[in-house]
């Protein structure tokens, strides 16, 4: 059972990136899968989270309207669009899934001029 980030960068105040997170080992489809951030000196903290079929999504206020989750369960993986990013969304961003407590190792995201 392995969840695996990728997308994480360095992008400029204003910028987007898209964050991916594979899954293997499990039934994906079954699961509900979270976004979850943590920057240095801060607790862990939820981004976003979508249901197993993708009908249902939430997120922290912090990031509504700007953070969009989705996942492909034909691919096995879930995604984090992240637009109109700000320099405090910088830290490592991680996706969880939330039934096995199982995380992923992360991706480093700094927004910075």
């Known amino acids: 059972v392995q969840l695996t980030e990728s997308g994480g960068g360095l992008v400029q105040p204003g910028g987007s990136l898209r964050l991916s997170c594979a899954a293997s080992?499990?039934?994906?489809?079954?699961?509900?899968m979270s976004w979850y951030r943590q920057a240095p000196g801060n607790e862990r903290e939820l981004v976003a989270g979508?249901?197993?079929?993708?009908?249902?999504?939430n997120y922290a206020d912090s990031v509504k309207g700007r953070f969009t989750i989705s996942r492909d369960n034909a691919k096995n993986t879930v995604y984090l669009q992240m637009n109109s990013l700000k320099p405090e969304d910088t830290a490592v961003y991680y996706c969880?899934?939330?039934?096995?407590?199982?995380w992923g190792q992360g991706t480093q995201v700094t927004v910075s001029s």
């Open positions: 969880k899934l939330d039934q096995m407590n199982l």
């Open positions: 080992g499990f039934t994906f489809r079954r699961y509900a």
């Open positions: 979508i249901s197993s079929a993708g009908g249902s999504t």
